[in-house]
């Protein structure tokens, strides 16, 4: 079964500055790699994703990159804010047990400071 | 507003008893999912359905039971047999596509513990 890496457990940033979070995927067959965010209490929410055609995709101040032969994507948070404090999900196609499905990382939370 | 609505926000299970957890989506996606979220864990999947009336186990099935008599309700019951049921239960949804993958959408979930 596909297994998620992601890292690290907690980051603690102060605002204005970058927040990076990295996971890591075993399987080489893949097309779509979401990140998601989650605030106490609710649900996650796609914040963005990436197809494995691009190495990199921006959405304002969110960027994802994408590394095909280490097998690692990441996330970028620039120009940190207290808002942004939250945890944060990688998930990547799980091509084991629930075929097609997503496998998600354990997560990273974020505290920005002001 | 299109959007996944579960139900209760609370819910508190006795000994022995089977309890089950609402999932509504409005949003005419084909495919419905179940997960379970635990502390400084990820999400892992109970099970999930890509058509009405029928569904597949995730990867933590057992002591869990669903049902998807209609497209837009995907109840989940908490059975006796599940033993460590405390925690935060997630429903999602998306559009069911044979080539690629599609975002999920989440509800705000349940937590569930035990009395």
């Known amino acids: 079964q596909q297994q998620v890496k992601q890292s690290p457990q907690s980051l603690i940033v102060q605002k204005g500055g970058i927040s990076i979070i990295n996971c890591a995927y075993e399987?080489?067959?893949?097309?779509?790699f979401p990140w998601y965010q989650q605030f106490p209490g609710k649900g996650p929410a796609l914040l963005i994703a990436?197809?494995?055609?691009?190495s990199e995709k921006k959405e304002g101040r969110f960027t994802i990159s994408f590394n095909k032969s280490a097998k690692q994507f990441s996330l970028h948070i620039m120009d940190s804010q207290p808002g942004d404090s939250a945890t944060y999900f990688c998930?990547?196609?799980?091509?084991?047990?629930?075929?097609?499905?997503?496998?998600f990382g354990k997560g990273t939370k974020l505290s920005v400071k002001p | 507003d299109g959007g996944i609505t579960q139900s209760p926000k609370y819910l508190f299970r006795k000994e022995g008893q089977n309890v089950t957890l609402s999932c509504e989506q409005n949003l005419n996606h084909d495919a419905m999912y179940w997960y379970r979220q635990d502390p400084g864990q990820g999400l892992r999947l109970i099970y999930y359905s890509q058509i009405v009336n029928d569904f597949q186990k995730g990867d933590i099935a057992e002591g869990y039971s669903v049902s998807r008599e209609k497209k837009e309700s995907f109840p989940l019951t908490v059975t006796s047999a599940q033993k460590n049921p405390t925690a935060f239960y997630l429903c999602?949804?998306?559009?069911?596509?044979?080539?690629?993958?599609?975002?999920?959408?989440f509800g705000d979930g349940t937590r569930l513990s035990i009395l």
């Open positions: 399987n080489t067959a893949f097309d779509y």
């Open positions: 998930a990547a196609p799980n091509y084991g047990g629930s075929q097609g499905n997503l496998i």
């Open positions: 999602a949804s998306s559009i069911r596509d044979r080539g690629r993958m599609k975002p999920q959408h």
């Open positions: 990436i197809r494995p055609d691009v």
